[in-house]
Protein backbone atom coordinates (compact mmCIF):
# COMPACT_ATOMS: atom_id res chain seq x y z
CA UNK A 1 0.00 0.00 0.00
CA UNK A 2 1.29 3.29 -0.84
CA UNK A 3 0.47 6.95 0.37
CA UNK A 4 0.93 9.80 -1.60
CA UNK A 5 0.37 13.34 -0.08
CA UNK A 6 -0.96 16.23 -1.37
CA UNK A 7 -0.11 19.99 -2.07
CA UNK A 8 1.94 22.69 -0.04
CA UNK A 9 2.30 19.40 2.66
CA UNK A 10 6.37 19.31 4.03
CA UNK A 11 7.76 16.30 4.29
CA UNK A 12 7.31 15.92 8.13
CA UNK A 13 3.38 16.99 8.00
CA UNK A 14 3.41 14.32 4.96
CA UNK A 15 4.66 11.43 7.36
CA UNK A 16 2.49 12.13 9.64
CA UNK A 17 -0.64 11.99 7.15
CA UNK A 18 0.71 8.87 6.10
CA UNK A 19 1.10 7.30 9.57
CA UNK A 20 -2.35 8.74 10.83
CA UNK A 21 -3.64 7.22 7.34
CA UNK A 22 -1.75 3.83 7.84
CA UNK A 23 -3.05 3.05 11.67
CA UNK A 24 -6.43 3.42 10.25
CA UNK A 25 -6.04 0.71 7.55
CA UNK A 26 -4.52 -1.58 9.74
CA UNK A 27 -7.31 -1.01 11.80
CA UNK A 28 -9.61 -1.51 8.89
CA UNK A 29 -7.87 -4.86 7.87
CA UNK A 30 -7.94 -6.04 11.63
CA UNK A 31 -11.65 -5.31 11.69
CA UNK A 32 -12.24 -6.49 8.32
CA UNK A 33 -10.11 -10.03 9.88
CA UNK A 34 -7.08 -9.71 7.34
CA UNK A 35 -3.81 -9.56 9.04
CA UNK A 36 -1.84 -6.48 8.40
CA UNK A 37 1.38 -7.99 9.12
CA UNK A 38 1.21 -9.31 5.49
CA UNK A 39 1.43 -5.65 3.80
CA UNK A 40 4.24 -2.80 3.62
CA UNK A 41 3.21 0.24 3.88
CA UNK A 42 4.90 3.06 2.07
CA UNK A 43 4.98 7.24 1.79
CA UNK A 44 5.84 8.44 -1.66
CA UNK A 45 6.67 11.94 -1.17
CA UNK A 46 7.05 14.69 -3.81
CA UNK A 47 8.30 18.60 -3.24
CA UNK A 48 5.08 20.22 -2.83
CA UNK A 49 5.57 22.04 -0.64
CA UNK A 50 6.42 24.73 -3.47
CA UNK A 51 4.03 27.26 -1.36
CA UNK A 52 0.00 28.32 -1.42
CA UNK A 53 0.44 30.75 -4.46
CA UNK A 54 2.46 28.49 -6.81
CA UNK A 55 0.41 25.95 -7.87
CA UNK A 56 1.80 25.53 -11.28
CA UNK A 57 5.16 24.88 -10.20
CA UNK A 58 3.46 22.15 -8.22
CA UNK A 59 2.46 20.42 -10.85
CA UNK A 60 5.65 20.55 -12.96
CA UNK A 61 7.49 19.15 -9.86
CA UNK A 62 4.49 16.61 -10.01
CA UNK A 63 4.98 15.64 -13.42
CA UNK A 64 8.38 15.06 -12.82
CA UNK A 65 7.84 12.90 -9.47
CA UNK A 66 5.21 10.74 -11.75
CA UNK A 67 8.48 9.46 -13.45
CA UNK A 68 10.33 8.54 -10.27
CA UNK A 69 6.85 6.66 -9.26
CA UNK A 70 6.74 4.89 -12.45
CA UNK A 71 10.09 3.10 -11.63
CA UNK A 72 9.42 2.73 -7.64
CA UNK A 73 6.27 0.90 -8.97
CA UNK A 74 8.84 -1.30 -11.00
CA UNK A 75 11.15 -2.21 -8.14
CA UNK A 76 8.37 -3.37 -6.48
CA UNK A 77 7.14 -5.50 -8.95
CA UNK A 78 10.53 -7.01 -9.05
CA UNK A 79 9.78 -7.83 -5.92
CA UNK A 80 6.90 -10.31 -6.41
CA UNK A 81 4.32 -8.56 -4.33
CA UNK A 82 0.97 -10.33 -4.96
CA UNK A 83 -0.99 -6.57 -5.34
CA UNK A 84 -0.37 -2.85 -4.83
CA UNK A 85 -3.05 -0.64 -3.80
CA UNK A 86 -2.13 3.26 -4.17
CA UNK A 87 -4.16 5.67 -2.22
CA UNK A 88 -3.54 9.51 -3.14
CA UNK A 89 -5.07 13.26 -1.85
CA UNK A 90 -5.16 15.82 -3.26
CA UNK A 91 -2.52 16.76 -5.67
CA UNK A 92 -0.84 13.48 -5.44
CA UNK A 93 -3.00 11.99 -7.65
CA UNK A 94 -1.12 14.73 -10.30
CA UNK A 95 1.50 12.05 -9.34
CA UNK A 96 0.63 8.60 -9.42
CA UNK A 97 -1.58 8.84 -13.04
CA UNK A 98 1.44 10.42 -14.33
CA UNK A 99 3.66 7.05 -13.45
CA UNK A 100 0.18 4.93 -14.51
CA UNK A 101 0.41 6.81 -17.95
CA UNK A 102 3.96 6.11 -18.36
CA UNK A 103 3.32 2.30 -17.68
CA UNK A 104 0.38 1.89 -19.47
CA UNK A 105 1.98 3.62 -23.14
CA UNK A 106 4.92 1.17 -22.12
CA UNK A 107 1.89 -1.81 -22.16
CA UNK A 108 0.31 -0.43 -25.02
CA UNK A 109 3.98 -0.88 -26.99
CA UNK A 110 4.36 -4.55 -25.42
CA UNK A 111 7.05 -3.31 -22.71
CA UNK A 112 7.91 -4.20 -18.90
CA UNK A 113 5.33 -2.24 -17.38
CA UNK A 114 3.55 -1.89 -13.63
CA UNK A 115 -0.32 -2.28 -13.05
CA UNK A 116 -1.69 -1.52 -9.37
CA UNK A 117 -4.55 -3.42 -8.60
CA UNK A 118 -6.54 -0.55 -6.98
CA UNK A 119 -6.01 3.18 -6.95
CA UNK A 120 -7.83 5.33 -4.88
CA UNK A 121 -8.15 9.33 -5.57
CA UNK A 122 -9.45 11.27 -2.60
CA UNK A 123 -10.19 15.02 -3.43
CA UNK A 124 -8.37 14.83 -6.07
CA UNK A 125 -6.50 18.12 -7.60
CA UNK A 126 -6.61 17.54 -11.21
CA UNK A 127 -9.20 18.28 -14.17
CA UNK A 128 -12.16 16.27 -14.31
CA UNK A 129 -11.74 15.84 -18.04
CA UNK A 130 -7.83 13.91 -17.11
CA UNK A 131 -9.10 10.59 -19.06
CA UNK A 132 -10.11 12.52 -21.77
CA UNK A 133 -7.47 13.67 -25.31
CA UNK A 134 -6.48 17.67 -23.71
CA UNK A 135 -7.93 20.06 -25.97
CA UNK A 136 -4.83 22.48 -25.10
CA UNK A 137 -0.89 21.57 -24.81
CA UNK A 138 -0.72 22.90 -21.39
CA UNK A 139 -3.39 20.37 -19.84
CA UNK A 140 -2.07 17.78 -18.15
CA UNK A 141 -3.91 15.12 -19.06
CA UNK A 142 -3.36 11.27 -18.66
CA UNK A 143 -5.91 9.42 -20.83
CA UNK A 144 -3.67 5.40 -20.72
CA UNK A 145 -3.59 6.02 -16.74
CA UNK A 146 -6.27 3.45 -16.58
CA UNK A 147 -4.32 0.99 -19.08
CA UNK A 148 -2.16 0.23 -15.81
CA UNK A 149 -5.26 0.37 -13.37
CA UNK A 150 -7.39 -3.05 -12.27
CA UNK A 151 -9.53 -0.89 -9.88
CA UNK A 152 -10.26 2.83 -10.02
CA UNK A 153 -12.11 4.49 -7.01
CA UNK A 154 -12.79 8.08 -7.25
CA UNK A 155 -13.62 9.65 -3.83
CA UNK A 156 -15.75 13.17 -4.78
CA UNK A 157 -17.19 15.88 -2.30
CA UNK A 158 -19.13 18.97 -3.67
CA UNK A 159 -18.29 20.57 -0.01
CA UNK A 160 -14.50 20.96 -0.54
CA UNK A 161 -14.16 24.60 -0.36
CA UNK A 162 -10.03 24.18 -1.21
CA UNK A 163 -11.38 21.87 -4.70
CA UNK A 164 -13.96 24.84 -5.41
CA UNK A 165 -10.63 26.99 -6.05
CA UNK A 166 -9.01 24.63 -8.43
CA UNK A 167 -11.29 26.30 -11.36
CA UNK A 168 -9.48 29.48 -10.72
CA UNK A 169 -6.59 27.93 -12.07
CA UNK A 170 -7.28 25.49 -14.54
CA UNK A 171 -9.18 25.43 -17.59
CA UNK A 172 -12.21 22.79 -15.65
CA UNK A 173 -13.24 21.78 -12.42
CA UNK A 174 -11.39 19.32 -10.25
CA UNK A 175 -11.79 15.44 -10.88
CA UNK A 176 -12.06 15.65 -6.73
CA UNK A 177 -14.96 17.99 -6.56
CA UNK A 178 -17.73 16.24 -8.41
CA UNK A 179 -16.43 13.13 -10.39
CA UNK A 180 -15.35 12.87 -14.38
CA UNK A 181 -17.04 15.55 -16.58
CA UNK A 182 -18.45 12.27 -18.24
CA UNK A 183 -17.76 8.67 -17.62
CA UNK A 184 -17.59 8.10 -21.47
CA UNK A 185 -13.79 7.99 -21.80
CA UNK A 186 -13.52 5.74 -18.85
CA UNK A 187 -15.90 3.28 -20.59
CA UNK A 188 -13.99 3.60 -24.06
CA UNK A 189 -10.84 2.84 -22.18
CA UNK A 190 -12.40 -0.57 -20.37
CA UNK A 191 -13.27 -1.93 -24.27
CA UNK A 192 -9.65 -0.06 -25.83
CA UNK A 193 -8.01 -2.43 -22.99
CA UNK A 194 -10.01 -5.60 -24.39
CA UNK A 195 -9.50 -5.26 -27.67
CA UNK A 196 -5.91 -4.99 -27.08
CA UNK A 197 -5.59 -7.79 -24.77
CA UNK A 198 -7.38 -10.08 -27.64
CA UNK A 199 -5.27 -8.64 -30.73
CA UNK A 200 -2.28 -10.24 -28.64
CA UNK A 201 -4.41 -13.81 -28.48
CA UNK A 202 -5.48 -13.02 -24.87
CA UNK A 203 -4.17 -15.27 -22.08
CA UNK A 204 -6.81 -16.47 -20.48
CA UNK A 205 -7.38 -14.05 -17.95
CA UNK A 206 -7.34 -10.68 -19.71
CA UNK A 207 -6.65 -7.88 -17.22
CA UNK A 208 -9.67 -6.12 -16.64
CA UNK A 209 -10.38 -2.30 -15.72
CA UNK A 210 -13.13 -1.28 -13.82
CA UNK A 211 -14.13 2.30 -12.17
CA UNK A 212 -16.65 3.64 -9.34
CA UNK A 213 -17.29 7.07 -8.23
CA UNK A 214 -17.88 7.49 -3.75
CA UNK A 215 -19.91 10.97 -3.79
CA UNK A 216 -19.06 11.58 0.32
CA UNK A 217 -21.09 15.22 -0.55
CA UNK A 218 -23.93 16.41 1.90
CA UNK A 219 -26.46 15.83 -0.36
CA UNK A 220 -25.06 12.67 -1.83
CA UNK A 221 -27.39 9.48 -1.00
CA UNK A 222 -23.68 7.30 -0.71
CA UNK A 223 -22.65 8.90 2.41
CA UNK A 224 -21.35 6.03 3.74
CA UNK A 225 -19.97 7.88 7.51
CA UNK A 226 -21.34 11.37 7.90
Known amino acids: TIFIHGYNVRAKEALADAQDYITKLRTA???????????????????????????NDAQEFDHLAGGAFFHFLMALRSQSVKSISVFTHSLGAHVALRGLAVSSERFISNKPNATVESLILKGAAVEDDVFSRPSQPNEYHFPEAPFSIEQLHMVVSR???????FALNEFDQALGLAGPE???????????????????????NPRRFTFRLHDFSPTSATIFNP
Request: hydrophobic share 30%; aromatic share 10%.
Open 29 to 55: LSADGQDPGGCLFYLFTWPGDSGSARF
Open 159 to 165: SDEVLRL
Open 182 to 204: TMAPLRSLQSRLEEIYRSRGGDG
